[in-house]
């Protein structure tokens, strides 16, 4: 039978058919799907974890009790991840163990575009990175077994481009017969101390070698020779670009991306007239080759950052003289097009509270998620944002460098599930520390930016069962925070006076505005108020409501010689109220 | 460049439905026994920004984006975002676009305008653009909210598929309840 799948959906499809047990992750685009699908199979125990970190050593476990696991995040994740990543690499696996990364090359959705093939490298483990869905599925399934093979984790890599686009997959059934999962007694090698470790790292050189050796008659490293002028070396997405662009030219398409084939690579190397590496982001496989004494064309002409394209290796090769240039297209209309940049959501719990942020004239050290769109204008709010969790860590450096009548002005801004996922150690460091700094936890109960996923605080788990809540005032007073207090921040003159109070108190405090993200679905977890329009003969044009920069107020600019009125679209208002309390004249109401 | 595979481009605001309309794409494809690609961008995008799907379908696809140029249809969900892409298309593409307007950030805070003369820019570089009412077929259909599948109707007339496939295609992808809407305004579209 064959389906049409998204790349994430091919990988969660391939570990249900590798007999993949345990599936644990923590959302991030592009990866979040995966565990979104792997939960639709009642074979896979498939949850949510606080953070990558946990996610794989969830995962470890259930390798080590003998099944077959698998831990995906994206590329931000394996940072996190990496802890436990490098000494697994030591330990080797129990059951199968697959580690899947995504790759965000262009940075559609992240903060920065780091190649995870290099994690590979560093941590000493195989990479395998598929082409397309049914290389995502297929590449799965070998990683299982790869994995139990060499007694190592697997690395899949995937990329936006691979993850969210779709194509056709040929489905297949579930594997059976593995071994049952069992306690097994093994110290020397799963007990890390020193001198356990001495003896594992030679180990892990070995396996080096032999997967290179392996890789050099895998049938995932594919030689396909055509004409002999030209060869060139890709992966992933690239391969498939390659072949749009160049259809004549010799390929080696690499399955393996970590370690690569040295043999196959000499091989291919001398059966063809020049050698070009194309690959994105970092020269990877190309300072390899190179090293192996090969002569190579890559980076000279292949762009270092952001994601390759059909048109941009085009040009490249073009500028080698290889290709002809493009051909023109109809072009551009001569208009001046305005730009639509990504907004907060009509509704959305965050606007009201990066307005006052602003009013107050605070420095926002801020975080991931939804609300960093906070620093956009008319908002303007946010000062900082590096890593998940960093906001209040980063406050709290800050506020020590700062004479007392500016520290008041540090506020950290994070959201719940980004609090749950390294915040409260740094919550933990300011109260311990004492960093005067006030910490701004938005609640909207869900992780929302990545297609609103459960975490610890939101009462459920992945598969939708009601599970324990962390509370999060609670966690706070726990962690030595004694002055914590919550607001419902569509009440904007509450959330201010705590806002200020907090900001004027010389000594470490929470303030959490609790308000469900407006996209959860569910009635009863968001309600929808009654929405509200502009008495056009009350409204005097002061343009007030629409600092909130709220995409369901639109400003009607009036004919020559009168005022302009706002304008509320009764399709998109969700009866906030946060700008009806702006307006000095009463010009916004309840439509009913 | 590949004159094998047939190269669409579906444009628009996030929220506007464009990954269904893409996915009912790509599935009709499939049905009909061709090999095919789509790609689009997820999280950012979908908080009301610029959103471009690319769908290819022939009988061996390789590149899952459709190569700078080489867009045979636009099918535009919002005139701005249409005119936005018009350069990703080779010259004699066809272009469908709804008639409907979506004010982005800036003309919201007044501070810059709705730009006017976008439906003649565009008929003046495509000599194939059809411009659909699709709120005004739609709410004939049944439904305000089938635009989108009026569209797909008028989008279906430039590719070579059968009537039976899209109505499959519609089946499998459409909730039950919205199906009889949704045939009605693929039709409506069909028929322009």
């Known amino acids: 039978m064959k389906e049409i799948l998204s790349g994430n959906e091919a990988i969660a499809r391939g570990a249900f058919e590798a007999g993949c047990r345990v599936a644990s992750a923590y959302p991030g685009t592009p990866s979040t799907e995966i565990l979104e699908n792997a939960c639709t199979y009642p074979e896979i125990d498939a949850s949510w974890a606080p953070n990558e970190k946990v996610a794989l050593e969830v995962a470890i476990g259930a390798s080590f009790g003998g099944a077959r696991s698998m831990a995906c995040m994206k590329h931000v994740g394996v940072n996190v991840a990496a802890d436990p990543l490098f000494t697994l690499s030591y330990t080797g696996v129990g059951g199968g163990l697959v580690l899947v990364v995504a790759d965000d090359p262009e940075m559609h959705s992240s903060q920065d575009e780091q190649d995870s093939r290099n994690y590979a490298r560093f941590a000493k483990v195989p990479m395998l990175e598929p082409a397309d869905s049914m290389e995502c599925k297929e590449y799965t399934r070998m990683a299982f077994e790869l994995s139990e093979q060499f007694d190592t984790p697997v690395m899949l890599r995937s990329c936006t481009r691979i993850s969210h686009g779709k194509s056709i997959v040929e489905m297949g059934e579930r594997i059976t017969g593995l071994p049952e999962p069992k306690l097994v007694k093994n110290p020397a090698k799963l007990v890390m101390l020193p001198g356990n470790a001495r003896v594992r790292h030679p180990l892990v050189e070995e396996r080096t070698v032999r997967l290179s050796e392996y890789g050099d008659v895998s049938q995932l490293n594919r030689v396909e020779y055509r004409q002999k002028r030209i060869g060139v070396i890709c992966c992933g997405v690239t391969y498939q670009y390659v072949r749009e662009v160049l259809p004549d030219v010799s390929t080696l398409k690499l399955g393996m991306v970590y370690p690569l084939p040295k043999q196959l690579i000499a091989e291919f190397a001398a059966q063809v007239e020049r050698l070009f590496v194309v690959e994105e982001l970092d020269p990877f496989i190309e300072d390899q080759v190179r090293a192996l004494g090969i002569a190579v064309t890559g980076k000279e002409i292949i762009p270092l950052c952001g994601e390759l394209s059909p048109g941009r290796i085009r040009t490249a090769f073009a500028s080698a003289g290889i290709t002809p240039p493009k051909t023109a297209s109809p072009g551009a209309t001569n208009l001046a097009l305005p730009p639509r940049p990504p907004n907060m959501c009509p509704g959305c719990p965050h606007r009201g509270v990066f307005y006052l942020l602003n009013r107050a004239n605070a420095y926002v050290t801020g975080d991931i998620g939804c609300y960093t769109l906070g620093f956009m204008p008319p908002l303007n709010a946010m000062d900082t944002c590096v890593c998940m969790g960093a906001s209040i860590s980063n406050g709290s450096g800050i506020v020590r460098v700062l004479p007392p009548e500016e520290q008041r002005r540090i506020v950290a801004v994070i959201g719940d599930s980004t609090f749950l996922h390294t915040g409260v150690n740094s919550l933990m460091e300011m109260a311990w520390n004492r960093s005067p700094a006030t910490v701004l936890i938005l609640d909207n109960r869900i992780t929302a930016m990545t297609g609103r996923q459960e975490n610890p605080a939101s009462g459920f788990t992945l598969d939708g069962e009601a599970a324990p809540q962390v509370s999060i005032p609670d966690l706070c007073r726990a962690l030595g925070i004694r002055h914590v207090r919550e607001v419902d921040p569509y009440d904007l003159e509450a959330t201010k006076r705590a806002l200020d109070e907090e900001m004027n108190r010389p000594e470490p405090s929470v303030v959490i505005t609790t308000r469900a993200c407006c996209l959860i679905k569910g009635e009863d977890r968001f309600e929808k108020g009654t929405m509200l329009r502009v008495d056009q003969d009350a409204c005097t044009g002061c343009k007030a409501c629409l600092r909130i920069g709220c995409p369901a107020i639109e400003w009607q600019p009036a004919p020559e010689g009168k005022k302009g009125k706002a304008f509320i679209d009764p399709l998109l208002c969700t009866g906030c109220t946060v700008c009806l309390q702006l307006c000095k004249f009463n010009a916004i109401g309840r439509a009913v | ?192």
């Not at chain 2, 109505?167 to 909730?175: F, I, S, T």
């Open chain 2, 1 to 192: 460049m590949n004159s094998q595979i047939t190269n669409i481009l579906l444009v628009g605001v996030g929220g506007q439905g464009i990954l269904l309309a893409s996915e009912i794409l790509s599935e009709a494809f499939m049905l009909a026994g061709h090999d095919v690609k789509k790609s689009e961008i997820h999280g950012m995008s979908q908080r009301g920004g610029s959103v471009v799907s690319h769908v290819r379908f022939g009988s061996q696809v390789f590149s899952p984006v459709v190569p700078e140029g080489e867009g045979d249809i636009l099918f535009g969900f919002e005139l701005l975002e249409t005119c936005r892409y018009l350069p990703l298309l080779r010259p004699g593409a066809s272009v469908i676009a709804n008639d409907f307007r979506i004010p982005p950030p800036s003309v919201l805070l007044g501070q810059a305008l709705y730009p006017e003369g976008l439906v003649e820019s565009i008929r003046s570089q495509v000599s194939d653009f059809l411009l659909v009412d699709g709120l005004k077929l739609a709410s004939e259909a049944g439904n305000p909210r089938a635009a989108n599948t009026v569209l797909l109707g008028a989008v279906s007339n430039r590719l070579p598929l059968p009537e039976e496939i899209w109505l499959r295609a519609l089946e499998k992808m459409v909730p039950k309840k919205a199906l009889d809407i949704n045939i009605k305004a693929f039709a409506l579209g069909r028929s322009l």
